[in-house]
């Protein structure tokens, strides 16, 4: 029996006992089931700027927590061995919500103020997300999503209750570019405009020299976010060479400080990156 999954805009139409194209929901008896539920990949105790988040209780230390899948296909992604990586071949370590719960307030000494659903795409496995920050929030701590924003409205209204900061990859802003990525850039921006009525939130967009570096859309980009919410947090990072882009050059760290300064005409706090 084929079955739908909704959590993102791909809407993948499954056979039986096929996975979608994040490589970590599958059609089991006709129900989507997730299948890196609670497998655990990568687990770090972060500053909260390696999110990155820079307005969101600077200097703290966050529990942060990853799993495999992504719903993109970015050629530059840095975390590519688990994002990419198939159920199958990951190697993971089970722990319940209710175990992260206790690894976050265990740390809690060391300056941990909760848990990051972050290195992968963690939406992909968004019921341990709700589960776990269920647990987290009803401990007195805090949690954070790192994500692309390619996630139904439906999956974004899941988590909100439990969620106090995000930072969503902007990766650009023309929709020809999310396309080459595997994306939507209408998805990301409906997205943005939701989680910014609930929740503390801060943008990063990668310059990829010859993708998404001119002024023209950094200014278009800019404007769109301050029309949105003047209090949003830009990050405007740069590029080095990775994964299936490792023989590239790096973006020209001028460039960087360039885009940044056209996206201050606009948004008041903007960040660089990488430089």
């Not at 700027?49 to 942060?64: A, H, T």
């Not at 106090?164 to 595997?182: Q, S, V």
Request: aromatic residues 8%; charged residues 25%; hydrophobic residues 35%.
């Amino acid at each position: 029996m084929k079955a739908v999954c909704d959590t993102c805009m791909h809407r993948c139409v499954l056979e039986e006992g096929q996975y979608g194209l994040c490589g970590a929901r599958k059609n089991e008896g006709g129900q989507i089931a997730c299948k890196n539920y609670g497998r655990i990949t990568a687990l770090a105790l972060d500053p909260i700027e390696k999110k990155p988040l820079r307005m969101f209780y600077p200097g703290s230390l966050i529990l942060s927590a990853g799993s495999f899948g992504c719903n993109l296909k970015c050629p530059f992604c840095q975390n590519h061995e688990i994002s990419m990586c198939k159920a199958a071949d990951a190697k993971t370590v089970y722990l319940s919500p209710g175990e992260l719960a206790d690894r976050a307030s265990a740390c809690r000494r060391k300056g941990n103020i909760g848990a990051a659903f972050t290195y992968n795409e963690p939406l992909t496995g968004w019921e341990y997300v709700r589960d776990a920050a269920k647990l987290i929030r009803h401990r007195g701590m805090k949690n954070v999503l790192v994500t692309n924003g390619c996630a139904s409205l439906p999956v974004l209204e899941e988590l909100l209750p439990y969620i106090d900061a995000m930072n969503i990859d902007l990766k650009g802003f023309r929709e020809d570019y999310y396309r080459k990525l595997g994306g939507s850039l209408e998805t990301v921006k409906a997205f943005i405009r939701r989680a910014a009525q609930e929740c503390h939130v801060e943008l990063s967009t990668l310059i990829v020299p010859g993708e998404n570096d001119s002024e023209a859309q950094m200014r278009e980009e800019a404007q769109w976010i301050a029309s949105v919410n003047q209090n949003i947090v830009l990050h405007v990072t740069r590029f080095f060479p990775r994964y299936q882009m490792a023989g590239c050059d790096a973006t020209d760290v001028q460039a960087v400080y360039r885009l940044a300064d056209t996206a201050r005409e606009y948004v008041e706090h903007v960040f660089t990156g990488n430089c």
